[in-house]
């Protein structure tokens, strides 16, 4: 009887684990990765610069590049400098700015890639997507996904506990995302992929449900964990629906409307994750959403990342704008402004300011 699968792109190698920057090299000696020991290293001259001097003997072969910030002409000029060197593959060290720009070059010039995050920001450190500012504001990018994903909890502990606060947003932020695509496909006939939503669910449901802090192992370790299934998740789907819905359709309102005062992805997308859940009449789910994210120091109001009611209000409004084709419950509502005043009272009323 014939055995009927499928591929599931992902990496070959994924170590999550405290110390695990101290056996990077013998993750890049996989034959599978590097067979000459020849590697490029992109990395910032942040926390990625800092362990340069870390890693460098331990990577006797590698040549390391200094990537600017995580603009489109970054990511282009880092191909460009690797071009000649014929590497095996492409080291990417540092926050998630370094890591868009290292898959994009990757992908540019036909290397795999090897991401090694130095925070927990986001979901994009094993998503098939990168992230560019360019000159039309910012793009995302279909690139291949990481061969291999390295995270030292010790090294993420050191990062702007910010950063990790804003991964718990991004990650929770998927239990709405999922809800938005079966919305999708009950209103729309909108085909979903059941192992992609399956992943991605489970993942927001092990951080929002898991009792510890960012103080504990235990915790940064399902949460490292979640953001990198997520990733996969968006691999199996082929595109970014299981990690994005309305949640991140507010996000990225508040980057286009409010360029130069924006907060962090994932706080703004955990953020935008509670008050669709509350537009969906998950009031409960909404409210205890609300709750864990901030017992975590996440926002839930958007005073709290600096912006008043009516401004949100606006946001909220305009968000649908930015995925055209796409389908949540901010469509399937298309709500008015004073619709958005009443729902976001009653919302505030059960959250508590």
Do not use: C, Y
């Given at each position: 009887m014939p055995v009927l699968t499928r591929l599931i792109p992902s990496p070959v190698v994924v170590d999550i684990r405290p110390g695990a920057l101290d056996d990077l090299g013998c993750v890049l000696d996989d034959e599978r990765i590097s067979h000459s020991g020849k590697l490029a290293v992109a990395v910032s001259g942040g926390s990625g610069a800092r362990l340069r001097e870390r890693l460098g003997p331990s990577l006797p072969g590698a040549s390391w590049y200094e990537v600017g910030g995580g603009t489109l002409d970054d990511a282009v000029r880092l191909a460009a400098d690797m071009r000649a060197g014929h590497y095996d593959a492409l080291v990417g060290l540092g926050g998630g700015k370094i890591i868009d720009c290292a898959k994009f070059a990757a992908a540019r010039v036909g290397l795999p890639l090897v991401a090694v995050p130095t925070n927990l920001a986001h979901d994009g450190l094993c998503s098939p997507v990168a992230t560019l500012d360019n000159d039309a504001g910012r793009g995302s990018y279909g690139v291949p996904n990481p061969i291999a994903v390295v995270i030292d909890l010790d090294v993420v502990r050191e990062a702007?506990?910010?950063?990790?606060?804003?991964?718990?947003?991004?990650?929770?932020?998927?239990?709405?995302?999922?809800?938005?695509?079966?919305?999708?496909?009950?209103?729309?006939?909108?085909?979903?992929?059941?192992?992609?939503?399956?992943?991605?669910?489970?993942?927001?449901?092990?951080?929002?449900?898991?009792?510890?802090?960012?103080?504990d192992n235990d915790f940064l370790q399902v949460l490292a964990e979640a953001l990198v299934l997520s990733g996969i998740a968006m691999s199996v789907s082929g595109d970014s629906r299981p990690s994005s819905g309305a949640c991140h359709e507010i996000n990225h309102a508040f980057d286009l409307l409010y360029p130069k005062r924006a907060a962090a992805h994932g706080e703004q997308c955990g953020l935008g994750a509670a008050f669709a859940m509350w537009l969906r009449g998950a009031h409960e789910e909404s409210v205890y959403m609300a709750g864990v994210l901030r017992r975590h120091g996440l926002p839930v109001l958007p005073e709290e990342i600096g912006f008043t009611p009516e401004e949100f209000f606006r946001v909220v409004e305009y968000a649908p704008r930015t995925r055209p084709g796409r389908y949540t419950i901010l469509e399937h509502l298309d709500l008015n402004t004073h619709q958005i005043k009443d729902t976001y009272a009653d919302y505030v009323k059960a959250i508590g300011s």
């Open positions: 702007p506990v910010r950063f990790v606060r804003a991964g718990i947003g991004d990650a929770v932020s998927n239990i709405s995302a999922i809800r938005d695509w079966e919305l999708a496909g009950r209103v729309k006939g909108e085909k979903i992929d059941g192992l992609a939503a399956a992943m991605a669910r489970q993942a927001g449901e092990a951080v929002l449900r898991h009792p510890g802090t960012i103080g």
